[in-house]
């Protein structure tokens, strides 16, 4: 391009796409994300079905205990969890007393195979090496002398990774943990709406926690899991107690321990259990308002250091600029 003469678009494409392309490839573009906004809005993605899967192995195998023909469940293939298990029970991984815990941490967070386990102390033990294997790729580490001040900073990578890789695993379960409660508990409030209304009509525990869960089952599948297990432990279990102490547990949230303090006191007194269960709808649903008015008025604070590093500077900028740029021209 010659000096003097103007910038076409055609300088700045690649070789062999002119502008006319340019366009035909946009409007291509344009049309396909119109089509898949349109399908994702027109598709139901049927998220409870494997849930639902999960609570009919639950029935079984509540049945299973109560006949005494236990039967075993396989998660994955088969000869992987064969040698895992091995792995883990032959170096002793699993000591008695960290089994009933690690359970239920797995249980809270939503693993609830009896594999789940095995897979745990497996990734503890695998994890920390693949950590290292991965700090030693990226430390760059001179091994002629490793000990040199100079590799200081590689051998903080290559520790740092292997001490992530052990605690990887236990991350995981946390956040998952942490999702599935918060979940559970931002639909906790409509879910006893819900049971409030089903009470009120004549239904039974049981059976308004299965409607309960089926009407949940797209907004809080979570939720729904939870309800549909405790329906089927009170239809098996003989005390109806154990099986709202399971859903405590299983679920570890204050609100959850009051709502089944709160039915296991309405069938001890033989109280309204409606009335109950209004009250508690109103007093979780003013807890999830103040939860929102306390992220609320953490923005500011939050907002400081952004407006201080990014805002601020472009607004001196803006102001500052035209009278610098005048008192250098008349300089």
Known sequence: MNKGQPLQLDALL??????????????????????????????????????????????????????????????????????????????????????????????????????????????????????????????????????????????????GLGYFGARLPEIIVANARQKRQHAIRKALPDALDLMMICAEAGLSLAAALDRVAHELQRMSPELAEEFSLTSVELGFLPDRAVALRHLAERVDMKEMRGMVNVIAQTEKYGTPIAQALRTLAKEFRTERMLRAEQKAARLPALMTVPMIVFILPTLFIIVMAPAIIGVMDTM
């Not at 006949?67 to 002793?92: E, H, P, S, W």
């Open 14 to 159: 690649p070789f062999g796409l002119t502008a006319d392309g340019l366009l035909v490839l946009g409007a291509a573009l344009g049309m396909f994300l119109i089509i898949w906004a349109v399908g994702n809005i027109f598709l139901e993605r049927d998220r409870f079905t494997p849930r639902l899967k999960a609570i009919q192995e639950r029935r079984a195998e509540l049945k299973g205990e109560l006949v005494a023909a236990r039967r075993r469940k396989k998660m994955g293939n088969a000869d992987t969890m064969t040698l895992m298990r091995q792995i883990v029970q032959q170096l002793k991984l699993l000591q008695q007393h960290q089994v009933d815990t690690l359970q239920q941490k797995l249980t809270q967070a939503g693993y609830r195979s009896k594999d789940a386990i095995i897979v745990f102390a497996f990734a503890k033990l695998v994890m920390p090496f693949v950590g290292l294997g991965l700090g030693i790729f990226l430390s760059g580490i001179n091994w002629q002398h490793p000990f040199s001040t100079d590799e200081a900073t590689g051998w903080l990578i290559l520790l």
